[in-house]
């Protein structure tokens, strides 16, 4: 079925008779507010001040409503957003210190001391991932870092002619080597 447009009259009418579902409006006690005076013309609906009134208060009170409403749901959607990014640096972070690997710890660790921006009242604010066992996250650092010095360490005293001359030096990066490995699992 083809919708004909409606003529200018019967949209003013149209109009005014939703304007009582308004819930500002439909609260209200005096006959202003109900457009019982409001005439319609050709293409206009003529109504006195006091409707005016009665119709900018009742704007008002609705671009409030849609207004508070959309910052609600702008602050959820950031909060949201915000809250999966600690999680994903929360994980990364608990996923390198299973693999015991130096990259990927280094980057998980670079990503919990990055902050995460969010706003509150015009504000910046700044958040960082709170990592209750970090002393244990840096001490496994550094026995990567020691593992990988130990290694390179190693294998440059392995390529020297005089093994025997090196035997002091390889016998003590050997034994770190051991510590650490005993430490780390390995």
């Known amino acids: 079925a083809k919708l004909e447009p409606l003529d200018a009259r019967a949209a003013c009418e149209a109009l005014l008779s939703l304007l009582p579902a308004i819930s500002s409006l439909a609260d209200a006690p005096n006959k202003a507010a109900r457009f019982e005076d409001a005439k319609i013309g050709k293409t206009m609906i003529f109504y006195r001040p006091a409707e005016n009134r009665a ?7 609705e671009v409030e409503k849609l207004t508070l409403l959309s910052q609600r749901c702008a602050r959820a959607l950031m909060a949201r957003a915000l809250r ?13 210190v299973a693999v015991k690997e130096l990259e990927a710890l280094q980057l998980a660790l670079q990503a919990v001391h990055t902050p995460l921006v969010g706003f509150f009242k015009l504000s910046k604010i700044e958040y960082y991932l709170h990592v209750p066992n970090l002393a244990e996250v840096m001490a496994l650092h ?5 593992e990988r010095r130990v290694a390179d360490a190693l294998q440059r ?7 025997i001359g090196a035997y002091a030096r390889i016998s003590a990066e050997h034994k770190i080597a051991v510590a650490l490995a005993r430490r780390l699992g390995r």
């Open 84 to 96: 999966r990014k600690l999680r994903e640096v929360r994980e990364a972070l608990e996923a390198a």
């Open 142 to 146: 550094d026995d990567l870092v020691e």
């Open 55 to 61: 119709l900018e208060s009742a704007r008002e009170t």
């Open 157 to 163: 005293e392995l390529q020297a002619e005089d093994l």
